[in-house]
């Protein structure tokens, strides 16, 4: 293969690693501090993004970090809510609580970059 097609295949490669119809499964981690009303609107927006984007395909943990500081620590929780993207890979991390979904859907890399 040479060079000049190389860089062409890796970005085809991330393009389909970034589709939700490519991933088998994706692992979700939401980190939430009780049942705050910015915790819960969390929660609501995730549900409802990947009801939207990722059918059936997901999904989420919510670990509420005063019931599990050791999980918060092991995953390096600075900020809450932080969602945690584990499945697929890269692993990605966005704070808030998702209101803005155009975002949302850019920071788990279910739609491109605009």
């Not at 062409?8 to 980190?31: F, H, I, M, N």
């Not at 969390?42 to 019931?67: F, M, P, S, W």
């Not at 599990?68 to 995953?75: I, S, T």
């Amino acid at each position: 293969m040479t060079a000049a097609k190389r860089p062409g295949r890796k970005s085809t490669l991330r393009a389909v690693a970034a589709s939700p119809k490519a991933a088998e499964r994706w692992e979700l981690r939401l980190y939430v501090a009780g049942q705050t009303p910015k915790s819960l609107r969390a929660i609501v927006n995730l549900k409802e993004i990947c009801e939207t984007h990722l059918q059936g395909k997901y999904r989420i943990t919510v670990i509420d970090v005063q019931a599990h500081p050791e999980l918060a620590r092991a995953d390096q929780i600075v900020a809450i809510p932080t969602l945690i993207r584990k499945l697929p890979p890269p692993i990605k991390r966005l704070i808030g609580d998702h209101s803005n979904k155009d975002r949302t859907l850019v920071g788990l890399e279910l739609v491109p970059e605009p």
